[in-house]
């Protein structure tokens, strides 16, 4: 039997204690639903997912949206309570992926699929035209990696957006936006405490 690494074996090592976090709105509002706080998961805080979809109140229903590094999968389950159409959920924790496969099954929704794997190999792993395309992501990765922009890359070369697509990136308070202003525009932005959050507009006129 080939034995895992060290550093595999604490990413999915099960913590003793769960935690739960609380749907806003929608037809799951003031659900509960489980999370186990494995190592750097940070579920965006209530105060900042109220904002957030205040912000997006008039584009989820119908959309078809992605929660990168989705952790708890606080902004998909959102979603979804609030009408989305579909929402894939992609992490590369084994415990983060069976507690968001069980808090589906527990809600009942038939609309969620989740993938385990690193987000970043994910998307690098897409067919360039081949794929679903979405109108809403979320993007939470682990602070201070450097993940965000070739992520955004990704989304943008691998033409896995529709265009008018709204892309939510949170990141560290000092982190400083280094993409291009196309076909990137800042829509909304907000900093609260640590944390920096920030909705972007996808504009690409060739995608049809």
Same mark, same amino acid.
């Given at each position: 039997?080939?034995?895992?690494?060290?550093?595999? $074996?604490?990413?999915?090592?099960?913590?003793?204690?769960?935690?739960?976090?609380?749907?806003?709105?929608?037809?799951?509002?003031?659900?509960?639903?489980?999370?186990?706080?494995?190592?750097?998961?940070?579920?965006?805080?209530?105060?900042?997912?109220?904002?957030?979809?205040?912000?997006?109140?008039?584009?989820?229903?119908?959309?078809?949206?992605?929660?990168?590094?989705?952790?708890?999968?606080?902004?998909?389950?959102?979603?979804?309570? $609030?009408?989305?159409?579909?929402?894939?959920?992609?992490?590369?924790?084994?415990?983060?992926?069976?507690?968001?496969?069980?808090?589906?099954?527990?809600?009942?929704?038939?609309?969620?699929?989740?993938?385990?794997?690193?987000?970043?190999?994910?998307?690098?792993?897409?067919?360039?035209?081949?794929?679903? $395309?979405?109108?809403?992501?979320?993007?939470?990765?682990?602070?201070?990696?450097?993940?965000?922009?070739?992520?955004?890359?990704?989304?943008?070369?691998?033409?896995?957006?529709?265009?008018?697509?709204?892309?939510?990136?949170?990141?560290?308070?000092?982190?400083?936006?280094?993409?291009?202003?196309?076909?990137?525009?800042?829509?909304?932005?907000?900093?609260?405490?640590?944390?920096?959050?920030?909705?972007?507009?996808?504009?690409?006129?060739?995608?049809?």
């Amino acid at each position: 039997m080939t034995r895992r690494n060290s550093a595999a $074996r604490s990413r999915d090592k099960i913590p003793s204690d769960v935690s739960n976090l609380r749907i806003i709105a929608g037809v799951w509002r003031g659900r509960k639903i489980p999370f186990i706080p494995v190592e750097g998961l940070r579920p965006t805080p209530d105060r900042v997912r109220e904002t957030l979809f205040n912000w997006l109140q008039t584009s989820i229903p119908g959309a078809n949206c992605l929660d990168l590094c989705c952790g708890s999968g606080a902004l998909g389950f959102e979603a979804l309570s $609030r009408g989305a159409a579909a929402v894939t959920f992609v992490d590369q924790s084994s415990i983060v992926v069976q507690q968001i496969k069980q808090n589906l099954q527990l809600l009942k929704a038939q609309n969620g699929a989740v993938l385990h794997q690193d987000a970043l190999q994910w998307l690098e792993s897409r067919l360039k035209d081949q794929e679903a $395309r979405y109108d809403l992501v979320f993007l939470d990765p682990p602070f201070r990696k450097g993940l965000i922009k070739p992520m955004l890359q990704l989304l943008e070369t691998k033409n896995l957006l529709n265009t008018g697509a709204l892309v939510y990136v949170e990141a560290e308070s000092e982190w400083i936006p280094d993409i291009a202003t196309t076909p990137w525009q800042l829509y909304r932005e907000k900093v609260a405490g640590q944390v920096a959050y920030r909705l972007y507009l996808y504009s690409n006129p060739e995608v049809d």
